[in-house]
């Protein structure tokens, strides 16, 4: 079993796979102040939530775009399962190119994400990940990596709302009945999810005029759900492509034995 790590600015998500199945996935808040040792108990502990043993666990992948935690993890890792986590980063094999000004700055999300769309759903393809940032990424014919949009994540603007003006309070995210809004907290639900839900559909007409034909359009992260149903474009929503693709790398850069 391969477990890979997910590590945004504001979750760890783990995936464990057996060949291409998911066999679980599991959430951990992401707090640069944990030490190697908090990381190992959690990770122990999350096996034991899902009923698996450690030793069923024969490799480990990451993505990480909070390298302050990554020597933590690396550690921890090591300390759980006694091998060596393979962290996403330059000279990684990925089987897609990488056409940008410096290709060593591509998060290592983003292209797990692009390996898992190129190699589950094919190519050319737009993928959307809204996370703590949401991200809009093209592929092209080839499945080569050629460039990003990134914009403020749908949480992050909520949180302005509250904590930039006097009168607005911090509420929680969930569909308002109506665009139109008679109070305060759906009036700012309006905002925020109405509001992204046009961007992206703004930012798909746009990127598929300038790339010159219309992509097909895939979506995940963990605001994928919420949004995506809100656009007018068809959209493919896949919450999991970043820990599919991880499972891909990990496959293409297995470390011999």
């Not at 999350?46 to 993890?73: C, F, K, Q, Y």
């Not at 990424?137 to 992050?156: D, E, Q, R, W």
Request: proline share 4%; charged share 20%; aromatic share 6%.
């Amino acid at each position: 079993m391969i477990l890979t790590l997910d590590v945004g600015n504001s979750n760890i998500t783990l995936g464990a796979f057996e060949e291409d199945k998911l066999y679980f996935v599991a959430r951990l808040s992401t707090d640069s102040a944990k030490t190697e040792d908090e990381f190992a108990i959690k990770f122990l502990q999350l096996l034991s939530l899902h009923n698996t043993e450690r030793a069923s666990i024969s490799g480990v992948i990451v993505a990480s775009v909070v390298p302050p935690l990554n020597d933590s993890i690396k550690k921890a890792v090591r300390t759980v399962f006694g091998t060596d986590a393979l962290f996403v980063g330059p000279g990684i094999k990925s089987g897609i190119g990488i056409l940008c000004d410096m290709p060593s700055s591509v998060g290592a999300d983003i292209i797990a994400a692009s390996v898992a769309v190129h190699n589950i759903y094919g190519s050319p393809s737009l993928i959307i990940d809204m996370g703590t940032a949401t991200k809009m990424t093209v592929l092209n014919h080839k499945g080569a990596f050629i460039g990003t949009s990134i914009i403020p994540g749908v949480i992050m603007g909520l949180s302005a709302l509250s904590e930039r003006t006097a009168q607005l309070p911090r509420i929680s995210l969930e569909l308002p009945h109506s665009i139109i809004a008679k109070n305060t907290a759906d009036c700012m639900r309006s905002g925020v999810l109405y509001g992204n839900a046009a961007m992206v559909d703004g930012m798909i007409d746009r990127i598929n005029e300038e790339f010159g034909e219309k992509l097909t359009v895939y979506a995940t992260g963990g605001m994928a759900s919420t949004v995506i149903p809100l656009c007018r474009h068809n959209i493919i929503t896949d919450e999991h492509l970043v820990l599919r693709g991880l499972n891909i790398l990990y496959r293409k850069n297995r470390p011999a034995t």
